[in-house]
């Protein structure tokens, strides 16, 4: 990116380097407090069914982590750094980029005997249902940065398939299991009773990067599986036994649990609540599985639906952890345990595997359920901007429901900080909502805040409250959106669309559509009429096309449109009201929360710059702020007069502009796009010097940012 951004320069000057199409990359520093601790993953975006593997990120031989989750195939880094306290993980969203695309399962074992561990995920065939095992083999580099190649696994002897096919929900195990220093494969097929044994015959059929398994036993271990979610042992005879079923997916993990030198397996079906524990009584050659019991782990309490197990040694000291987390996901993406991940460690002494947590990680996430919408609004009128995630919760009745969690700001202007103040703001849970997404404006003119939400039938309903935003919200009455519906997944927003003095919506909805919501009556009378449907002529294929626009006013009358995608990306529209919109940019780069982005804009740290902070349907939020590289297109049509003085210069330059209107944002770039300095400028245009201690003699571009102007120049520094 930085070649191609000094190619740009060299062609077309500095406007370049300012106002390119917006790129973001994860806003750091911005702490999140629970009960007075710091969530050290706050912004991760939560989990849900997550997987966890361990993975050299990085080329220091520590063995970091890396986290996927089935819901938005989202793929989150950690870095593992060593501290007197022992390994601590940091995120690192940087590496998502130089990762491959993962679908359904993330499994991370050397699979072609290069000494580098490769990846494992699955790629859609004929159905949804129907998956093959890919291998997206590492590939060498000098720095020890992350390349990929795919390449698929084949299957011989097998009439009719070279392919190795799973259910799309199926965790197979992978594992030396003959001994011959090859991983080979376990797994159920679909609608089997009995486990089938792949071996890997790579050497035999050439060599390690061949990756061919061939079916060498169909009832590896001599155990079938029963309806009852139980294996029924020395069961092996051909044909279903009674009261044996199919099994319907299944997560697998082998290991030497009981040190006899041979594999045994931990399983769990679709439906159960537990793992289960199959010691095998034979040998390498020779699977027997000669025990099973539920009572091992967690004193055989139920854990949570389709616990999936995975082996880690998360303190770096040859011990063995063991995460389980729920691999079940449902129609409407979420896991009725995602809030649940549990941590268990091996006791060296009795073998036995003791509770850590039952939050693992995600405890430390500003997560709390699923399906989050994030707004921000001064809840406390302490003139910072406050937090206001909505999510939803399992019900026992109403299958979920919906919540606001309120994060106060409890930092500064410039360094905000945000705290959990409660979990059900307003206390909206009394009306038993689903798929709320939140936005805040005075539709009455009285200085009191109301909340409009828009949910997932499609409707939008107003609250109000005459005392104090932290007590508890009531319907408007009369209701001034009475009648207005959209089509599923309403996603507003409140601004003054037409410039007339009052609060119209803007919405997005279940199919992709945007819409313009009128408010037709006065500042102390709000009522909205729906007047226009398909605003822009924004109309994506497809059924489920959930989108969440925020409008942004130009001072040409014209708006900038970020537009929340249900492929987790955000995409850039620009246009007026009542023509059709310009799409400027498909995705913008360095954003993809996963699945299900909902959106809102705020300039939370007073820099000038709105930062992008995005929900998703794994239930956690993200924060975005534009990358130094650039700022939106948009912003090049308005620009702020600056220039350097000295210029060439040594120690130091003044940076002029004219008449700033509020805060802004400098930057300072070398000749390969690197940024070299950053500092915020105050209102009003005074000369702002520039420190140039420490640089280099060469080429130098400075770009000034500022609530949606852009300006900036060359700067020569001679020594």
């Known amino acids: 990116m930085r070649i191609i951004a000094l190619l740009l320069l060299l062609l077309a000057g500095t406007s370049s380097l300012c106002a390119q199409v917006p790129m973001y990359q994860a806003a750091e520093g911005i702490p999140f407090y629970r009960q007075g601790r710091e969530l050290p993953y706050a912004l991760t975006g939560g989990l849900e069914a997550p997987q966890f593997a361990a993975m050299h990120l990085n080329s220091d031989g520590q063995a970091d982590l890396l986290v996927f989750d089935r819901v938005g195939a989202k793929a989150l880094p950690f870095l593992a750094r060593a501290t007197p306290q022992g390994i601590q993980y940091d995120y690192a969203p940087a590496y998502e980029a130089d990762l491959p695309p993962l679908s359904q399962m993330a499994k991370v074992l050397d699979i072609n005997c290069d000494g580098l561990a490769d990846l494992l995920t699955t790629e859609a065939l004929g159905s949804a249902a129907d998956v093959a095992v890919k291998a997206y083999l590492r590939q060498p580099t000098a720095d020890g940065s992350l390349s990929f190649q795919a390449q698929r696994l084949q299957l011989f002897n097998s009439p009719g398939d070279t392919l190795v096919r799973i259910h799309a929900f199926d965790l197979p195990a992978f594992s030396d299991i003959n001994g011959d220093g090859l991983p080979d494969l376990l797994y159920i097929p679909r609608g089997g009773t009995h486990i089938h044994y792949y071996e890997n015959i790579s050497l035999q059929a050439g060599d390690c990067s061949s990756l061919a398994f061939e079916l060498r036993d169909d009832c590896w271990g001599l155990a079938a599986y029963t309806l009852e979610g139980a294996f029924e042992l020395y069961a092996c005879e051909p044909g279903r036994l009674p009261g044996i079923s199919g099994c319907a997916g299944s997560a697998m993990l082998l290991l030497d649990d009981d040190s006899d030198g041979d594999q045994d397996l931990l399983f769990s079906g679709l439906y159960d609540f537990h793992i289960q524990l199959l010691i095998n009584g034979g040998n390498a050659h020779e699977a027997e599985l000669s025990s099973s019991s539920v009572d ?88 910072l901007p406050d937090l206001l995630i909505a999510y939803n919760a399992p019900h026992p009745i109403y299958g ?59 409707s939008l309903r107003a609250y109000t409250n005459s005392q104090s935003a932290f007590f508890q919200y009531f319907p408007m009455a009369p209701d001034p959106l009475a009648g207005v519906r959209l089509y ?41 009429v729906m007047r226009e449907d398909t605003l822009g002529g924004v109309l994506p294929e497809g059924y489920f096309q959930e989108c969440s626009p925020f409008f942004v006013k130009q001072e040409n009358g014209s708006f900038l449109v970020y537009y929340g995608q249900q492929n987790g990306r955000i995409s850039l529209y620009r246009g007026r009201l009542g ?70 210069a040594r120690e130091e330059t003044w940076i002029e502009t004219d008449g700033l209107a509020g805060p802004a944002t400098l930057l300072l770039f070398d000749a390969l796009g690197r940024q070299v300095r950053h500092e915020k400028l105050n209102p009003g245009g005074s000369p702002h010097r520039l420190d140039l201690y420490g640089l280099e003699t060469g080429v130098y571009f400075y770009c000034i940012h500022s609530a949606g102007l852009t300006g900036g120049g060359k700067l020569i520094i001679t020594k």
């Not at 091996?346 to 430390?364: H, I, T």
């Not at 909502?433 to 805040?440: A, D, E, N, Q, Y």
Request: with cysteine.
């Open 488 to 528: 599923g997944y309403a996603r507003p927003q409140l601004i003054d669309a037409d410039d007339n003095g009052t609060l119209d919506l803007l919405c997005g909805a279940r199919d992709g559509t945007m819409a313009w919501i009128e408010n037709t009556g006065n500042a102390a009378a709000p009522q909205f």
């Open 296 to 383: 091992w782990l967690n004193g055989g309490q139920a854990l949570l639906e389709f616990p999936a197990p995975y082996l880690l040694d998360l303190e770096g000291n040859g011990g063995a952890d063991l995460i389980v987390a729920t691999n079940r996901i449902n129609g409407v993406g979420f896991s009725p345990d995602g809030a649940n991940v549990y941590h268990f460690r091996k006791d060296a002494g009795d073998g036995s595997w003791n509770l850590r947590s039952e939050q693992f990680m995600v405890g430390e996430m500003a997560d709390h359920g699923f399906r989050s919408s994030p707004a921000a609004y001064d809840v406390d009128e302490d003139g």
């Open 400 to 458: 979920y429901t919906s919540r606001i969690a309120l994060y106060l700001n409890t930092g500064t202007a410039d360094e905000p900080a945000f705290t959990l103040e409660n979990e059900d703001f307003g206390m909206l849970s009394i009306h038993n909502l689903k798929g709320i997404h939140p936005v805040v404006g005075d539709l009455t003119g009285d200085g009191i805040p109301e909340l409009v939400l828009g949910l997932e039938d499609g």
């Open 579 to 648: 023509e059709a919109f310009e799409l400027q940019e498909p995705h913008l780069p360095g954003v993809d929360v996963g699945e299900g982005a909902t959106l809102t804009l705020y300039d939370l740290n007073a820099d000038g710059e709105p930062e992008l902070i995005v929900g998703n349907k794994r239930g956690g939020i993200e924060i975005f702020e534009a990358s130094p590289l650039s700022t939106t297109k948009a912003a090049a049509g308005g620009q702020i007069p600056a220039r350097a003085f000295p210029n060439p």
